[in-house]
């Protein structure tokens, strides 16, 4: 059908480079280091600009919704005067039902204002349906590339639906089979179409995400007379945390803290055919989390906007059984139907808020749509029919691809502290490892340990760790 | 659902997209076995029964030749059974909730 797999991969930069319209080699400052805020300051957009883009398209300004009813759940289980006040960003309220959409309409304004006759990406997730739906709104074409189906074109429900999705908004979707190769297929259709590469790690698509930050802060000022003490967010590929983050800056709420959490797949293969269907999140959860931390140029373009250890104060891990129990409270005791993939963060947030005072601020920055397909009974039913045992007990005791375990009591939804060093310290490896620097001056020094939100003198003692040797000052 | 596709009726066709033979090095020995595939979705350009080799018009009007596997293709997902653990999970919240005094 197209070239083979090696001829096409050796073409990869330059396919990029053509259908993005970014020459990512002006910020590169040697093997190592890059200049991360040169490229999101020269290539995104400013703040104001992506609040007229987002209006203009009816993206952005989500309501905040207080959560009174988890909050007293938070307060009965906390210690005497401990419960932060729970807010949670409605994003879902967004033209395609995610937050998905602001990155969306940053990449599809780019594609228009340059003259890409259509936009591809290459995501099982909302953003192929908020991407979609961007490219209606503006009248480009939209082509969609999904891994979706085990070699028994079985699909996951969730997956089906943001299929579904897409091709109501009138995007082409190629369903494909499990495997990374995907974005084999989209370099050759990025050739074949010449549409532009509407990635999710562009500077655009980072950009994008800088808005929720900014009114959340903006609007719990406006509430609450302070700043949020603390932002919650489900983390995937490290864009949503990279974004809020930045954004939360821009808003000056330094002293907020930024949280990232993911649902704990640990031990299940993200490219195996077997385990393919074993899981009952498509997303924002390990399998994306730590890779994406720890190496983010990993991604579709040359150099990642997405990188979420620069903003991390703290990662927490769930386990899929308490998202599962946090989105039906949600419904029950607040009368949102969301999610559940969304609701990682906020699943967190309440074993999180228990260490707060109760005149702190804790925000979940994210909902998205539900429905048939991504509805907890969907996805709850679709695992019970591969022989996944979902029961009521202590999550603690679940093992990712063989038990969902639903809480019996509200104390048993615990955000679990996954170590920010291991993974900085995996970061400083990978990045070593892909330069090849045997020797690390000053500037190797500060590039890491802005890329880790670490002082100097720790990065030092890492590379010396590591075998690199220091450049004397 | 007649099994034969008449020209300009949408359709669902399938495609390899890497033999196993060309697979990636980094894919698990489990998934490096199998072929990699694609369905996708769009109007028969000629008449075919399943099965049979077809090229189709996406709605986009890209042309792509595959076999054909479905006619007016289902969604086939949907909102599952009843999952009475967490409809217990839930009315046991509500409970937790009004035993807890009105200001906390």
């Given amino acids: 059908m197209y070239d083979s797999y090696d001829e096409v991969m050796g073409r990869r930069q330059e396919i990029i480079t053509k259908a993005l319209g970014i020459d990512y080699s002006q910020f590169e400052q040697g093997p190592m280091v890059f200049d991360y805020e040169g490229m999101m300051d020269r290539v995104g957009y400013s703040l104001s600009d992506v609040r007229a883009i987002q209006q203009s398209v009816a993206v952005g300004s989500t309501p905040l919704i207080e959560l009174n009813n988890i909050t007293r759940l938070a307060r009965s289980l906390a210690p005497a005067g401990k419960g932060a006040r729970i807010f949670l960003k409605d994003e879902a309220c967004n033209p395609s039902g995610s937050f998905k959409a602001r990155r969306a309409a940053l990449s599809v304004y780019e594609a228009e204002r340059k003259g890409y006759p259509g936009v591809i990406a290459a995501t099982s997730g909302n953003y192929g349906a908020a991407l979609a739906s961007q490219a209606a709104m503006r009248g480009l074409k939209c082509l969609i590339v999904q891994e979706v189906f085990d070699s028994h074109w079985v699909g996951q429900p969730e997956i089906l639906e943001k299929g579904r999705k897409c091709e109501a908004y009138g995007a082409e979707v190629l369903q494909l089979t499990v495997g990374p190769e995907l974005f084999y297929l989209m370099l050759c259709l990025l050739e074949e179409t010449g549409f532009f590469n509407a990635s999710l790690y562009t500077p655009f698509g980072i950009a994008g995400i800088e808005t929720i930050g900014f009114e959340l802060a903006e609007q719990v000022r406006s509430v609450t007379g302070r700043d949020p003490d603390m932002v919650v967010v489900t983390h995937a590929g490290g864009g949503n945390v990279t974004g809020t983050a930045r954004g939360l800056l821009k808003a000056e709420s330094e002293n907020t803290q930024v949280v990232g959490a993911s649902v704990d797949l640990s031990g299940l293969h993200m490219a195996s055919d077997r385990d393919f269907n074993r899981k009952s999140f498509t997303t924002g959860h390990t399998g994306f989390g730590v890779p994406f931390a720890t190496w983010p140029d990993r991604a579709d373009v040359p150099r990642n906007a997405a990188r979420s250890l620069r903003y991390l104060d703290r990662y927490v891990l769930t386990h899929q059984g308490e998202v599962f129990y946090i989105t039906e409270l949600l419904a029950v005791l607040e009368g949102l139907e969301r999610g559940p993939a969304g609701n990682t963060a906020l699943a967190a947030a309440l074993s999180l808020a228990q260490e707060m005072d109760q005149d702190q601020v804790l925000v979940v920055q994210e909902s998205e749509y539900t429905g048939a397909g991504k509805h907890p009974s969907a996805q709850l039913s679709f695992a019970r029919e591969r022989g996944i045992d979902v029961r009521r007990g202590d999550p603690e005791a679940s093992v990712p691809g063989e038990s969902i375990i639903i809480p019996q009591k509200p104390d048993q939804v615990r955000a679990r502290e996954f170590s920010l060093d291991k993974m900085r310290r995996s970061l400083v490896r990978n990045a070593v490892r892909e330069s090849g620097i045997k020797i690390a001056g000053e500037r190797e020094v500060r590039y890491l340990a802005d890329e880790t939100k670490r002082d100097v003198n720790w990065i030092r003692e890492q590379l010396l760790e590591l075998g690199v040797q220091l450049e004397e000052v | ?104």
Wanted: proline letters at 7%; zero cysteines.
């Fill in chain 2, 1 to 104: 659902m007649s099994k034969r596709a008449q020209i300009g009726d949408w359709v669902q066709i399938e495609a390899e997209v890497l033999p196993s033979a060309q697979r990636s090095a980094a894919v698990p020995d489990d998934t490096r076995a199998l072929p990699l595939l694609m369905r996708v979705k769009g109007f028969a350009q000629k008449e075919a029964t399943i099965g049979q080799e077809m090229a189709i018009t996406t709605v986009i009007g890209r042309e792509i030749t595959g076999r054909l596997v479905a006619i007016d293709p289902p969604d086939v997902h949907g909102f599952g059974r009843p999952i009475p653990e967490l409809i217990r999970a839930g009315l046991n919240a509500r409970e937790w909730l009004e035993g807890v005094s009105a200001d906390v």
